[in-house]
C-alpha cells in the first residue's frame, strides 16, 4: 500500500504526521520571529540613511532566515543539530545552553509544540483534502504573525499581503468559498476596521490600532468570506476585552500601554477557519433562520 492509500484510509496517522510537520515548522517560526523584524528595522535604517545621503553601514555578517546559522544567544556557541530538535532537545537539555548552561527561553518549545497542536486540529478536521496543506500554510502564518505583533506591535507586509493574495487567487477555484465572497470579503474587512480606526481617532484623537490590523481582517475575508467577518470581529473583541483585562488586573499592568490587537484577530481568525460555517449555522439555527 502506498503513503498515500495509508493517509487516506487512517485520519489519525495523517494529523500525527502533521504534527510531526508542524514541530518542525515551529522551530522555523521561531527563527521568523526574531528574525523578520530586525531585517525589517536594519532595511529601514538602510533607507534612511541613503534618504539622507549618508553612508551606509557594512553589515560585520549576513543576516537573514537563514544566516547566520543557529547559536546560543549568550556565548555565541554554535547549536549542533541534535541539539536543535524541537521540543526534545530543550528537555534533553533541561532548558540550558550545552555550553555556558545559560537558560534558554521556554517560548522556543512553546511555539514549537502550540504549532503542532494547531497543525494537527487542522489535519484532523479538514482530513485529506485540497484545503489541508493551504489551512496549514495558514496556521502558521498567523502563528508568525501573532508573536510578532506581541513582541514588535507589528504585522509585517512581507507575511500578510502575499497570504492575502493566495486567499483571493485559491477562491478562483473555490477552495474555502466562492470568488465573489472572497473579493468582497477582502474589501468588506480592511473597511470594517479601517472605519473604526478613523471613528476612534476622530472621537479621541487617539489611534486605537495599526494598519496591519486592517490587511489581516482582509486576508481572512479573502480566504473564508465575508459571511465570517462579523464573527471574527465580535470573538476578537470578545477574547482580547477578556486578555486585556486579566493582563490589567492580575499583571498590574499599565492601562496606558498599548496591548497589540493582531493575535486577537489572529485566534478569532483561526477559530473561523475550523469552525466558523459551524458556529454561524448554530447561531442561524437558534434564531430560527
Known sequence: MELLDILLSSPLLCAALAGIVGLLV????????YRLPVMMQRNWRKECLEYLGLPAETPSEAFNLVLPLSRCPSCATPIK????????????????????????????????????????????????????????????????LSFIDIDHHLLPDSIILPMLWLGLLLNVFDVFTDSH???IGAAAGYLALWSVYHL???????????????????????????????LIILLSSLVGTIISFSIIIVAKRDHTIPIPFGPYLAVAGWIAL?????INRLYL???GL
Open 26 to 33: 515551529g522551530s522555523f517560526l521561531n527563527v521568523v520571529i
Open 181 to 183: 465572497a472572497s473579493i
Open 274 to 278: 475550523i469552525w466558523g460555517a459551524d
Open 81 to 144: 543539530p541534535h541539539q536543535n530538535i524541537p521540543v526534545v532537545s530543550y528537555l534533553a537539555l533541561q532548558g540550558k545552553c550545552a555550553a555556558c548552561s545559560d537558560p534558554i527561553s521556554v517560548r522556543y518549545p512553546l511555539i514549537e509544540a502550540l504549532t503542532a497542536i494547531l497543525s494537527v486540529i487542522v489535519a484532523w478536521y479538514f482530513g485529506y483534502s485540497s484545503q489541508t496543506p493551504f489551512a496549514l500554510l495558514l496556521t502558521w502564518s498567523l502563528v508568525a
Open 200 to 230: 476612534f481617532k476622530l472621537a479621541t484623537g487617539k489611534e486605537g490600532m495599526g494598519f496591519g490590523d486592517f490587511k489581516l481582517l482582509a486576508l481572512f475575508g479573502a480566504w473564508l468570506g465575508w459571511q465570517v467577518l462579523p
Open 285 to 287: 439555527n437558534s434564531i
